[in-house]
């Protein structure tokens, strides 16, 4: 074998490598665009995705307004139940942006679509991130949306960019790891229904059981005992000291943050080996 042989078979290896790598980014920038524009092409979607976090505000928001503002004081430490209840309603809402991603995967398998990029170079790993980061960004889109609305209903808002920032990050961590264990769940599924019948088993328990809705300190030991490592108080916990106190608890974003790490690991490894064309 002759030394230039040799040389092109080396360092062929890391050029192959990389026009993979690259193929990879390119196929994960096409899917995740074609999530975005899904979602801004279904005008029923939008509305929906604009209208909700009003009614929210307006309908949960006003439960305390006839109370005494004493009462409210006491209990949820500041006058207005509505700027302590923006943070939890921001974080309830990322419990369900992974089972649109689910239902949207489940369309691609029943009309088509995925067996059709699987026969791609496209790897399952990138198809499933594709989608995580989707429906992820589809949750984000409330959050505009939400802190208008709770300005509109006379909302103050405390904390500075940072702070902000720290808490906007917090949200997409929580979206993050939601999304990606909807879609490692539902990864060799076609059902239509079993995103709904998912969301439905845990999206109650998570949200009663965290402080996004009431005070942690009235709750009973056991319900606190799940608030202690549910995500969804954290978020609730970050965002609530940033816009109600001006305060923030960096550690809440530390956990958010090993939350969407450790789902988005797990839920990788298992699109990798169950997530089926059909």
Do not use: G, P
């Given at each position: 074998?002759?030394?230039?042989?040799?040389?092109?078979r080396v360092t062929g290896r890391p050029l192959l490598s990389e026009?993979?790598?690259v193929s990879q980014r390119s196929q994960f920038t096409g899917l995740y665009a074609r999530e975005l524009l899904r979602t801004f092409r279904n005008p029923w979607v939008l509305?929906?995705?604009?209208?909700q976090p009003f009614m929210w505000l307006a309908f949960f928001g006003s439960s305390f307004s006839g109370a005494s503002p004493a009462l409210v004081q006491s209990m949820f430490h500041t006058n207005s139940y509505t700027a302590f209840l923006l943070p939890g309603v921001l974080a309830t809402s990322m419990l369900t942006v992974g089972m649109f991603g689910s239902m949207s995967t489940i369309q691609d398998k029943r009309f088509g679509f995925m067996k059709r990029i699987l026969l791609t170079p496209t790897t399952k790993a990138t198809v499933y991130l594709s989608k995580v980061l989707g429906s992820t960004s589809r949750g984000l889109i409330q959050i505009p949306v939400m802190i208008l609305a709770a300005a509109l209903f006379g909302v103050s808002f405390q904390g500075d960019p940072i702070m902000w920032a720290g808490w906007i990050l917090g949200i997409f961590f929580l979206g993050l790891g939601m999304s990606s264990f909807f879609l490692a769940v539902t990864a060799s599924s076609t059902d239509w229904q079993t995103p709904g019948v998912i969301s439905n088993f845990i999206t109650m328990p998570l949200m009663f059981a965290s402080g996004a809705l009431l005070p942690l300190a009235n709750f009973p030991a056991w319900m606190q005992a799940i608030a202690s490592v549910n995500p969804v108080s954290f978020s609730a916990l970050l965002g609530r000291g940033i816009v109600v106190f001006g305060t923030v608890d960096w550690s809440y974003l530390s956990y958010l943050t090993l939350f969407a790490t450790g789902m988005l690991v797990v839920g990788t490894a298992v699109?990798?080996?169950f997530l089926k064309a059909e």
């Open positions: 074998m002759s030394t230039e042989t040799t040389h092109a026009r993979r790598s509305v929906i995705t604009f209208v699109a990798r080996r």
